[in-house]
């Protein structure tokens, strides 16, 4: 099975466009052919959002050289023989082959240019120490192997060579897991211990940094240890 490779992203950023990812593809891998548009399971972003990139695959090693482009619900491009842009269902690129020009041929047979896909907006952008509480609560818990999903989840098999490996937080199975009486939710002076012990060298979050955290993973807490004094809302939010 060929193993895939995410091409690290520059210092500027992910790019933006397909004739971006080109030019990163070229500038990392030595070689001229023919790419393929790998569009991956649905995200827990937003409605109909899915990952978007561009694979390189090399017969001689059997390895796919993968470029991440931003996760999306729409794709905007040229179609051959006009100057008008248009606006596509992210579902139309995938298994789309590009050439060396960006030119991509889709399923139906279209060819358009200038692929770009619209970004999806994040509803929240998480710091550091957010990023690291959350850590702290999903060891706390238990839930290291637990509220994880692979983007290849519930692709068929014969599918899943274009789609990374990417793990991402499940929301629905962290709250699940905190729903259960025997796990409960740690109170905040226990996250904050543990915050500690963990990152030994950093300055501990204040409690309310912890309830604010808590609460844009969609997490309602009072701070006290006991399953019925915390209550869980849809979380717009991702990892």
Known sequence: MSSIHIVPEPAVGRPRTIAHALDLLRAYVVAECDTVISVGPPLPIAKRTQSFCLNLKIEEHDITHAVLLPACSKVQAIREGSSTVGTFQVEDFDGALVNS???????????????????????????????????????????????????????????????????????????????????????????????????????????????????????????????????????????
């Open 101 to 239: 020009n960006g030119v991509a041929v889709l399923k139906n047979g279209m060819r358009v240019r200038g692929i770009e896909p619209v970004p999806t907006p994040l509803p929240k952008k998480f710091s550091e120490v957010d990023q690291q509480v959350r850590t702290v609560l999903i060891e706390m818990i238990k839930g290291e192997r637990k509220v994880f999903k692979s983007l290849r989840k519930g692709v068929p098999k014969s599918d899943r060579k274009g789609v990374p490996n990417f793990q991402f937080l499940d929301f629905s199975a962290l709250y699940k897991r905190l729903a259960r009486p025997s796990i409960g939710i740690p109170s905040l002076k226990e996250i904050q211990t543990a915050y500690s012990i963990k990152y030994e060298n950093e300055r501990a979050p204040t409690l309310s940094k912890i309830s604010e955290t808590l609460k844009n993973l969609g997490i309602y807490t009072t701070g006290k240890r006991n399953p019925k004094s915390y209550s869980l809302c849809k979380a717009a939010t991702v990892s």
